[in-house]
């Protein structure tokens, strides 16, 4: 685990009992606020892969799934000026259903072995993108 995913996830269980999909978002939130969305995508993508296999369940880490909601959190960053974490998923509650992807994919795309290995695009909807997401957010 990197030194940067390790402090963002110490931060976000700073007041959490468990680490769930709200805390998911909440790290995926700081990691797209301090290095831009592509440099979330490769925190938090290699930081669930890492915990996943140090926990013994390597194959809880779904390569698709990780980056999707990283851009879709990243997106939702690039379009607001929210500073405080509650007022961002107030504004966005649709993060926090963990069934957001299915808008995006067919339950078998989800399942099947590239895109649990992978980056597969969305074959039901595409993903909201904001060209200027793939920058560090200036605001932090």
Do not use: C
């Not at 966005?92 to 069934?99: C, G, Q």
Request: hydrophobic letters at 40%; a positive charge; zero cysteines.
């Amino acid at each position: 685990m990197s030194a940067e995913f390790e402090a963002l996830l110490k931060e976000v269980m700073a007041g959490a009992g468990r680490f769930g999909h709200r805390q998911h978002v909440h790290l995926t939130w700081l990691a797209v606020r301090r290095y831009g969305t592509a440099g979330a995508i490769a925190l938090v993508s290699d930081g669930i892969r890492r915990t996943a296999r140090y926990a013994g369940a390597p194959r809880k880490y779904h390569a698709t799934v990780s980056r999707a909601w990283v851009e879709l959190v990243g997106y939702h960053v690039a379009t607001g000026t929210d500073d405080d974490f509650t007022a961002f998923v107030d504004r966005h509650p649709a993060l926090l259903d963990k069934r957001l992807l299915a808008r995006h994919y067919r339950s078998s795309t989800l399942a099947s072995a590239e895109a649990r290995t992978g980056w597969v695009e969305p074959d039901l909807k595409p993903l909201p993108r904001d060209l200027g997401q793939l920058h560090p957010f200036q605001g932090v």
